[in-house]
């Protein structure tokens, strides 16, 4: 099996699940798969006769994608699935591929994405945010496609450091980046940006600063107030640390006049008897 090449860009083969993914996010899912590497192979697979894979072939040929037409001959049997699947292992002991872009919201294909990745081969999934967790988890790494889509991207001087209306809450984010952080324990407490990226997506392949508002991990950092944030003389990157929580004050004593405590009552003598 072919190992990644440091000196070359990485081959990527992209499989399209057409069931289960929108045509609409074609321009953003290539543009994103070019910061990974080449696609080398592009192919989409389903029933183009159908109304929800049709939308696919308006675009075949602006991305230079090769279409599967499988026909269902039988409700209920999913014969696109069975190809991609198929088609995915012939690639995968081609050994001419240094990952697979697996797109799809279908858990069906968790278990390709393992075996992919039993071979040393990484792969990248895309789909909805209602992917299963099974799935994504299988991933190298794992984007969701509304994150793709056009009215997401933000192009005006007012978007320079957000996108559109959020997907998730930053709370979410803010939690899984303070583990994070504690996790990575450096010696002086900062750590640099670049790494604690690679180690969020090491423990959740899906995370992504574009579900949450942001077009990049640092303004999502500077956002949570969580972090201290600094840049590194010489151009050393940017580096992080938690920032130091401010200690908890006490209560103010209460002024006033001190009252001196009442002496109890002296228990009466016993009057002497006379006579």
Not at 16 to 22: E, L, M, T, W
Not at 220 to 227: D, S, Y
Request: glycine share 8%; hydrophobic share 35%; net charge neutral.
């Amino acid at each position: 099996m072919a190992a990644i090449r440091s000196d070359t860009t990485r081959r990527l083969a992209v499989l399209i699940d057409a069931d289960n993914a929108s045509a609409k996010i074609a321009d953003g899912l290539f543009e994103e798969i070019a910061k990974i590497g080449e696609a080398s192979v592009r192919r989409v697979y389903g029933d183009f006769s159908s109304p929800r894979s049709k939308g696919w072939v308006d675009i075949l040929a602006r991305h230079a994608i090769v279409p599967q037409q499988q026909f269902a001959y039988t409700i209920g049997k999913n014969a696109s699935d069975i190809t991609l699947v198929i088609d995915a292992m012939d690639l995968l002991h081609s050994g001419r591929f240094d990952g697979f872009c697996l797109v799809s919201s279908d858990s069906d294909f968790t278990r390709l994405a393992a075996r992919i990745r039993e071979q040393g081969v990484d792969v990248f999934g895309f789909g909805e945010q209602k992917t299963p967790e099974s799935f994504r988890q299988a991933c190298r790494r794992f984007i969701y496609t509304e994150n793709l889509l056009p009215e997401r991207s933000g192009t005006d001087a007012a978007s320079a450091t957000k996108v559109a209306e959020p997907l998730a809450g930053q709370e979410e984010a803010t939690r899984l980046m303070l583990r994070v952080i504690a996790q990575m324990d450096t010696e002086d407490g900062w750590a640099n940006l670049g790494t604690f990226g690679k180690q969020i997506l090491n423990l959740a392949p899906d995370f992504d600063p574009r579900t949450y508002g942001f077009k990049k991990l640092s303004d999502l950092v500077r956002a949570t107030e969580e972090f201290e944030v600094r840049e590194r003389d010489g151009g050393g990157g940017i580096e992080i640390r938690e920032a130091p929580k401010e200690p908890t004050k006490k209560p103010a004593a209460r002024r006033g006049r001190s009252r001196t405590p009442r002496k109890a009552a002296e228990p009466k003598k016993p009057a002497e008897k006379t006579g």
